[in-house]
């Protein structure tokens, strides 16, 4: 693996250097079914909506459920570039919401097997989306391997829990598992609370959640905010059309919105951009 880190390095100190650093964040969570793609797919959009150029990669290896929520069935995944079959070009989607989206698949892990030629391939296929401002990956929920790999590359990892107690424990069991696994850096860890009926209660389980961290784990955890409970997330997944563009006023849409505001003010930390994310995947592996 080391070995395939060199080759990368002497990959990424061929190319020109860009001064445009893409933001890579990783959506993730201890329990499933709290709200991550939901958030991934809609949180994408209000960023698109600010002018901002987005590609939102499904990283659900298990079930992949942005195309659900986004209507749209992906003929290609990153598993036809890993293999040498099709462009990056090829494979991502516009969509009609004003963002890209790349199909996951099996296949991300893979890169890690790839000789130096077919890496040096993929690696200038991967640098093509060093266009976009942001990446937003969703990731499958708890502790796979391959989750772990997303959440170590990006620069960035949102950890969704909800009010549920289940939730809420398995939230911080995810965060002691990021902060011992990933020992070679600090990973920069936020909270999104979802599915809450007040501000209160919100702040109130993410000071729980961001106490014990820093006690327990020594690590700082950082909140960015809720999202209320509301009937229009559940009603869009069902019309397969994301709530911020069908109901953009509601109570959910606002609370995205918000939290977007709030990602775009603080700065992306340590070495951002598509090769240091790659360079940080292989290297996790
Ligand atoms: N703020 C909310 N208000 C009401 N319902 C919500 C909210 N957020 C999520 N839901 C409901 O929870 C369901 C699961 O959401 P979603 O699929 O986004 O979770 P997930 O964390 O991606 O799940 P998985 O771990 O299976 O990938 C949605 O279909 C929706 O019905
Ligand atoms: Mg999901």
Do not use: W
């Not at 997303?150 to 990892?157: L, R």
Request: hydrophobic share 40%.
């Amino acid at each position: 693996m080391e070995e395939q880190a060199d080759d990368l390095r002497g990959f990424m100190n061929s190319q020109p250097k860009s001064n445009h650093n893409t933001r890579i964040i990783a959506i993730t969570s201890g329990k499933g079914g709290v709200g991550k793609t939901n958030l991934s797919v809609n949180m994408a959009i209000a960023y698109a909506q600010l002018g901002k150029k987005v590609v939102l990669i499904d990283g659900d290896l298990g079930m992949a459920n942005v195309n659900v929520l986004l209507n749209i069935v992906p003929k290609y995944n990153l598993m036809h570039v890993i293999n040498n079959k099709k462009t990056m070009k090829e494979i991502i989607l516009d969509t009609e919401f004003g963002i890209k989206f790349i199909a996951g698949a099996n296949g991300f892990s893979k890169i890690a097997n790839l000789n130096q030629d077919e890496l040096t391939d993929f690696a200038n296929q991967f640098t093509t989306l060093g266009n976009a401002d942001i990446i937003i990956i969703d990731t499958g929920a708890g502790i796979a391997n391959n989750v772990l790999q997303f959440v170590a590359a990006a620069d960035e990892v949102y950890v969704v829990t909800t009010p549920e107690p289940t939730s809420i424990t398995d939230a911080y069991g995810i965060i002691k598992i990021i902060t011992t696994e990933i020992v070679d850096r600090q990973v920069n860890l936020k909270l999104i609370v979802n599915r809450v009926h007040s501000a209160d209660e919100g702040k109130r389980i993410a000071d729980r959640i961001i106490n014990i961290a820093a006690q327990f784990l020594g690590y700082k955890v950082d909140y960015v905010g809720f999202v209320y409970e509301d009937t229009v997330v559940s009603s869009s997944v069902i019309r397969q059309k994301p709530f911020i563009v069908v109901n953009p006023t509601s109570k959910s849409s606002q609370c995205l919105k918000h939290i977007v505001g709030r990602i775009e003010k603080s700065e992306p930390m340590g070495n951002s951009g598509v090769l240091n994310f790659l360079k940080k995947f292989i290297s996790k592996k």
